[in-house]
Every structure is written in structure tokens, then in C-alpha cells.
């Protein structure tokens, strides 16, 4: 149990139609991280959020873009759903941004487009 | 840029045998390096994760890896492996020092099965 909880656990959309996936950050942690894991593969880095802020970004096109709240909770959105973008979405979180912090990722909101 | 080369896809093994999972990496800047767990249907968990400092890091679950610069290497090991062992692991590096910004670049992972 990491304290990361993410929201919903399984989705499905329709191509072309937009999505948002929520994260509740562990207590006190001030920075979101939010990776694409497809099937088969390891998780990779979509972009990070630190006070608010994009501190941080993959090679993920402009369509998927975030938020992160004063509480520090975070969204992930995604329009003009492609069928590629089907995959398991972690959201991790840290204290600070700082590489070699220790962060600490949710169970995945899985999202299947049809 | 950095990359991970987790140099086997699937690792079957005999309970109580000992286990090696090996784990290549590329960068041209000093790297912090990670290993991760993954159980079915769960989220990441780390198992531990190398700095600095003394290149044997021993981590939870009894697991251990040896950083090794000269051949740019992570393997993870564990001298006697449980069926509850059986998960996905990830190997991941991060830029050192990179202060600002903080991602993680992972392998494609090593599957390792623990048969009884």
C-alpha cells in the first residue's frame, strides 16, 4: 500500500472521445508523475507535476496533457483517443522533483479504446 | 538520453534455486538505478535502488544487485527464490543530479516464474 490512489481502475472508450484519470498523491507528497505502460512493456514517463507546475514532459504528443491541484492531486487527459493509447496509466508521486527521491506509483487505471 | 537493456524477457526458476536477473543500461551522464517489482494486476513497487556509495545494495524481499560502472550493469539476484516471488521485474534508471526534473526510463522487464 503506497498512499497513491488513482481513479477509475478500469475504463472503456470510444475512439476519437476524451478521458480523465484522477491521483490522490501520498500525504505530503508535493510531485505527480504519470507514465504509460502498454502491454508487455515497462511503464514510460508521459510528464511531471511539481507545485502546480509542468516540471517535465515525454515524448507524448500534445494531446495528452494535465493538472495538478493545490492539494496536490493530479488529472490526466487524454483527447482523440487513438486505439494505441490503450494501456495502464500509473501515477507516482514524491516528495520534491529531485532525481534519486524515492517515488511511489498507484495500482493503474487501465483504459481499453474500441 | 538514457536507456535500459533487461537482457532476458522471461526467467523460469525452481523454488528455493538462486535467481540473477541481469540489467544493461546506456548513459552518457551519471545515473541513479532502480529495480521495481511488479505483481499481477498491481502498481510498481521498488525493491531498491543504488545512489551512491557502496556498489552491493540490499533491498526488500531479500533481493540484491551490484552496481557495476565499468560494464554499465544492475543484476539483480536473490540466492533462494519463493513461488511468491513470481512478478514482473523492472530495471529503471534516472539522470543523476537532475534535480528539476525527475523521470524514470525503464526496461521492458524480465517475467520471472518461479515454478515448485
Redesign the interface.
Known sequence: ETGVTQSPTHLIKTRGQQVTLRCSSQSGHNTVSWYQQALGQGPQFIFQYYREEENGRGNFPPRFSGLQFPNYSSELNVNALELDDSALYLCASSLGAASGNTIYFGEGSWLTVV | AQS?TQLDSQVPVFEEAPVELRCNYSSSVSV?LFW?VQYP??????LL?Y?SGSTLVKGINGFEAEFNKSQTSFHLRKPSVHISDTAEY?C?V????????????????TLLTVNP
Open positions: 535500459v541513479y521495481y494486476n498491481q502498481g510498481l513497487q521498488l535502488k545512489l523492472f529503471a534516472s539522470r543523476d543530479g537532475g534535480g528539476s526534473n525527475y523521470k524514470l526510463t525503464f526496461g521492458k522487464g
